[in-house]
């Protein structure tokens, strides 16, 4: 009986983890087309309440950004790659080609908040070995 109900579980876990992926990488498209249109207040929204409390204002975190994450700011081509969560927590790999053909590999954790996914912060991986 055992057996049965694990490979149920793990049957009823992959699908969850499908949208979990779908509704994480939809929340980062919108943040990155908010930036692409200079939207800022748009693309704070998308930000965890940490982040916004990190940062109190969407200027703010534009500057941050723009500085720090220029390939987020004004990619060239952004590819999801593998993710992957827990119950209100997510990671999704992103990698980015900016707009003078580097490759960029970030990892975005994610948070639900009321039933929404949130940016809770991106990291840089180290740079991918290979070409897009």
């Known amino acids: 009986m055992r ?49 916004q409390r990190l940062f109190g204002s969407a200027e703010r975190f534009a500057q941050m950004v723009q500085n720090g994450y220029p390939m987020v700011w004004r990619p060239g081509e952004v590819r999801f790659l593998d993710g992957s969560g827990t119950e209100g927590r997510h990671q999704q790999d992103v990698m980015i080609t900016d707009r003078a053909g580097r490759l960029h590999v970030l990892r975005y954790d994610m948070v639900q ?20």
Do not use: K, M
Not at 30 to 37: G, K, T, V
């Open 113 to 132: 908040i009321e039933g929404t996914w949130r940016i809770d912060g991106v990291t840089l991986l180290a740079r991918p070995d290979f070409n897009a």
């Open 3 to 51: 057996p049965i109900i694990l490979c149920t579980t793990l049957v009823l876990a992959a699908p969850q983890s499908a949208r979990a992926d779908s509704l994480a990488q939809s929340v980062i498209t919108d943040q990155i087309r908010a930036f692409q249109a200079d939207d800022f207040t748009t693309a704070f929204g998308h930000a965890s309440p940490g982040i």
